[in-house]
Each structure stands twice: as structure tokens, then as C-alpha cells.
């Protein structure tokens, strides 16, 4: 079964500090990852993608990931956080190209 | 990119009653999602919709309790049936990017509130 892991349920940083969001999966084959953000009140908005094609992958906002098969890890880096990153982001797995697998999500606080 | 609305965006039902659900997206697009958000918690699929075809549930989810209709390929509704407190989450449709290896676009969702 394909399945996704966030560590950490809620990471805090100062503005201006790196971000690392931490996901791990479990597939039997070799998968699409994508993050998402999910702002309060607002609908989802894809970060970026992975999908066998560069294993370092750049997103919008400043935000990259990068793909380790030996590690079966997709974790979401930001060299520096504004307060606008404050949000809820989920780490997803495609099934098979049919349909979504969702992590539990990361909720991500920005400090002043 | 998709552009997807869904109406209403919240509401308000008493236990028992029924809600409809639409979902409506500016491309036509085959394969179309229904997932549910409650409070905290991550998305969960209820359901893939594809037009002309029944729709496919997944695990802990019922027809009849979340009955879908997908009449063409821009539309389709999701019912919340015989409703109870533990319904109440949000309901986010989605599509997937025909274009993009399985990119999906979501909708801004539906907050019901059962009381």
C-alpha cells in the first residue's frame, strides 16, 4: 500500500531562518511526490512536483525539494522563512496516477 | 490550469437533512476527485468520479451516504446524506491536469457545519 509520512506534525522557526519540512513514502513503485500549502481559509496550492524527471526539484516562493529513492524521502526545504509561509503544507503521493495519497500535514509557524 | 469552483463555499444544516454539493471546472477534464478535510485532520478521498460511469468509493465510504453525479465532463455534485455532527469538515473537489503527469487542482471547498 502507498503511504506517506510528515514527522513532524508542527515546526516553528524565526523569519529570516531555514525551513525543513521532513516526508517520507512508502510505494512499490516509483512515484509521483508533490507538496501542497494550504493557507487558513484557503484552498491548496501546489508548491512543486516530482515526477522522475530532476531529483532536485524548485517550487514557488523560494521553496525546493529533493527526491532520495535510497531514502524513500521528499523533504521540502526554504533557505529563509517569511511570515506569508505560516500555513499547512501536506506532502502527497500519486496512487498509481488515479488518485491522491495526503501525508498528515506539517503546520509550519513563522516567529517575528 | 484548472480553474474549479464549488457552491456553496459553507453552510449550516441541521442533523438528518441532506446537503448538494457542486463542483464546477472550466476545462473539460476526465477524472474528477472528492476528498474530505476534518477539523485538524489531513484530505481523504471519498470518491473518483468519471463521467459515464458509476463512481468509484473508497474504503468507509458509501453510496448512499455520499451519493455523486458526474453528467458531463466540467460538473459534478457530491450529497452529504442523512447528516450528522460527524460530517462536519470541509469537502474539496478536484481534477486532474490532462497535461501534467498526475497534477491535481483543488477547489476552495465547501465548510459544512452539522448541528
Known amino acids: 500500500a502507498q503511504s506517506v509520512t510528515q514527522l513532524d506534525s508542527h515546526v516553528s522557526v524565526s523569519e529570516g531562518t531555514p525551513v525543513l519540512l521532513r516526508c517520507n513514502y512508502s510505494?512499490?513503485?516509483?512515484?509521483?511526490l508533490f507538496w501542497y500549502v494550504q493557507h487558513p481559509n484557503k484552498g491548496l496550492q501546489l508548491l512543486l512536483k516530482?515526477?522522475?524527471?530532476?531529483?532536485l526539484v524548485k517550487g514557488i516562493n523560494g521553496f525546493e525539494a529533493e527526491f532520495k529513492k535510497s531514502e524513500t524521502s521528499f523533504h521540502l526545504t526554504k533557505p529563509s522563512a517569511h511570515m506569508s509561509d505560516a500555513a499547512e503544507y501536506f506532502c502527497?503521493?500519486?496512487?498509481?496516477?488515479?488518485?491522491?495519497?495526503f501525508g498528515p500535514g506539517t503546520r509550519l509557524s513563522v516567529l517575528p | 490550469s484548472a480553474v474549479i469552483s464549488q457552491k456553496p463555499s459553507r453552510d449550516i444544516c441541521q442533523r438528518g437533512t441532506s446537503l448538494t454539493i457542486q463542483c464546477q471546472v472550466d476545462?473539460?477534464?476526465?477524472?474528477m476527485f472528492w476528498y474530505r478535510q476534518q477539523p485538524g485532520q489531513s484530505l481523504t478521498l471519498i470518491a473518483t468520479?468519471?463521467?459515464?460511469?458509476?463512481?468509484?468509493?473508497e474504503s468507509g465510504f458509501v453510496i448512499d451516504k455520499f451519493p455523486i453525479s458526474r453528467p458531463n465532463l466540467t460538473f459534478s455534485t457530491l450529497t452529504v446524506s442523512n447528516m450528522s455532527p460527524e460530517d462536519s469538515s470541509i469537502y474539496l473537489c478536484?481534477?486532474?491536469?490532462?497535461?501534467?503527469?498526475?497534477?491535481?487542482?483543488f477547489g476552495p471547498g465547501t465548510r459544512l457545519t452539522v448541528t
Open positions: 478536484s481534477v486532474e491536469d490532462q497535461n501534467s503527469s498526475y497534477e491535481q487542482y
Open positions: 510505494s512499490s513503485y516509483s512515484p509521483s
Open positions: 516530482y515526477t522522475s524527471a530532476a531529483t
Open positions: 502527497v503521493l500519486d496512487n498509481y496516477g488515479q488518485n491522491f495519497v
Open positions: 476545462s473539460q477534464v476526465t477524472m
Open positions: 468520479a468519471n463521467q459515464g460511469s458509476e463512481a468509484t468509493y
